[in-house]
């Protein structure tokens, strides 16, 4: 019985979409971190620096 594979072109389509679905999460997990260090260097309160 042979397996079906799925086209390279589509595994490709499938890996940018899922790595462009994380890419926000990331970019919001980076910046919450940083947020405090750049507060404290500015001596900066949170409200100010949103």
Do not use: C, W, Y
């Amino acid at each position: 019985m042979p397996k079906e594979r799925l086209d390279p072109a589509v595994r490709k389509l499938a890996g940018i979409l899922v790595l462009g679905a994380l890419a926000p999460l990331l970019d919001s997990t980076i910046v919450s971190i940083a947020l405090h260090s750049v507060g404290h260097d500015l001596n900066a309160s949170t409200t100010s620096l949103q």
